[in-house]
Structures are given as structure tokens and as C-alpha cells.
Antibody
């Protein structure tokens, strides 16, 4: 059974940093691209970032480019999101999502975690 | 960036009704469109991809159609468990973008 378990969320002040983690199991993690998708309270879905199987291709949404960094450790079956210079508008539930493919060139998401909540407030 | 406009934003329907939700992309996305269902407090679930291909395990009352810039999700006979929010997503080019969502409520 595919499982994605996010952690690392919490309350953080504007301008500070936070690192999210996603522990994957139930599939060959190194064979798939992975993504972060977020959802602000009561709002829709927004793709944040994606990384291909070998970390050779990485992409970011416009609203986080230059502030967030995605990475993965295939040996640990783990995905990460380093978030710097956090803003109030980054407040959201952050989902880890598995790509249906390896390259991340035409990405849609067949498995999702339950999310970790990030609240940016002073 | 490709913009995806989804409509309606909400609808009320009864069990057994036929329901249609549409998404319009700002450019031709060549059937690179997925549909997701999200129930309150839960993660999204993939329903269809490539505009019309049903994900494994999804009931056949869900179907998708369209081409170019215009796509449709149809639920042929609404069931109680189908009351949820639905989102489309284009994956033709990055950044991958979602429609604003459609909330399907009980009439």
C-alpha cells in the first residue's frame, strides 16, 4: 500500500524558515517524480514544486520561486521542502504527492499524503 | 503560465442526477488534463487523466471528454458519496495549474 506521511509543519513567524519532510513507502520511491501541492484554508489547490527521480529536473510555482527548495533522498525514501522567507500567504496545508511517471515532464498525481499544516503568523 | 477556468464554482444536485463540470484552458493543452475529487478533510483523489482515462478503481459513472482548450467531467448518476469538491489540473506545461474547483452539494 502506498503511503505518504508529511511532517514538519507548524506555526512560524513571517520571514523565518521551515523544513517539511515526506516519508514514502509501498512503492519504489526512486522510480517516480515527486511533488508538493498546497491548499490555503478554504481555498483551492496550488502546485508548489516538483522533482524528478534523479533530482536532475526541478520546478517551482511562481509564488515560491527563489524562496523554497525541493530535494529528495532516495536512500531514505524521503522528500523535503525547505521554505525560506515565509509570508502570511504561505499559510496552507502542504501535501506530498506522487507523480504517475518518472521524469516529471507531464505531471499528475496518483497518491497524496494527508498534509502538514504551515501557519505563518506573528 | 496556462490558466485553467473551471465552472461552475458550485452546484446543487440530487442523487441520481447527471452532473457536468467544465474546464477551459488558456491555450491548447492536448488532452493533458486530470480530474480530482476532494472530500472535506481529506486529500484529493485522482479520478481521470489524459482527459478521458479512468483511474483504476474509479466507478464508471465518472467520465471525461474534450479536446483543445475545453474539457468536461460528467457524473452520469450522482451517488451520495459523490458530494465533494472537484478540481481539474493541466499538465501540458509547467507550472502545473489547477482549476478553482467545483463544490457539488446536496439539493
Amino acid at each position: 500500500e502506498v503511503q505518504l506521511v508529511e511532517s514538519g509543519g507548524g506555526l512560524v513567524q513571517p520571514g523565518r524558515s521551515l523544513r517539511l519532510s515526506c516519508a514514502a513507502s509501498g512503492f519504489n520511491f526512486e522510480d517516480y517524480a515527486m511533488h508538493w501541492v498546497r491548499q490555503a484554508p478554504g481555498k483551492g489547490l496550488e502546485w508548489v514544486s516538483g522533482i524528478n527521480w534523479k533530482s536532475g529536473s526541478i520546478g517551482y510555482g511562481d509564488s515560491v520561486k527563489g524562496r523554497f527548495t525541493i530535494s529528495r533522498d532516495n536512500a531514505k525514501n524521503s522528500l523535503y521542502l525547505h521554505m525560506n522567507s515565509l509570508r502570511a500567504e504561505d499559510t496552507a496545508l502542504y501535501y506530498c504527492a506522487k507523480d504517475t511517471g518518472i521524469t516529471g515532464t507531464h505531471s499528475h498525481f496518483d497518491y497524496w499524503g494527508q498534509g502538514t499544516l504551515v501557519t505563518v503568523s506573528s | 503560465d496556462i490558466q485553467v477556468t473551471q465552472s461552475p464554482s458550485s452546484l446543487s444536485a440530487s442523487v441520481g442526477d447527471r452532473v457536468t463540470i467544465t474546464c477551459r484552458a488558456s491555450q491548447d493543452i492536448s488532452n493533458s488534463l486530470a480530474w480530482y475529487q476532494q472530500k472535506p478533510g481529506k486529500a484529493p483523489k485522482l479520478l481521470l487523466y489524459a482527459a478521458s482515462r479512468l483511474e483504476s478503481g474509479v466507478p464508471s459513472r465518472f467520465s471525461g471528454s474534450g479536446s483543445g482548450t475545453d474539457y468536461t467531467l460528467t457524473i452520469s448518476s450522482l451517488q451520495p458519496e459523490d458530494f465533494a469538491a472537484y478540481y481539474c489540473q493541466q499538465y501540458y506545461s509547467t507550472p502545473w495549474t489547477f482549476g478553482q474547483g467545483t463544490k457539488v452539494e446536496i439539493k
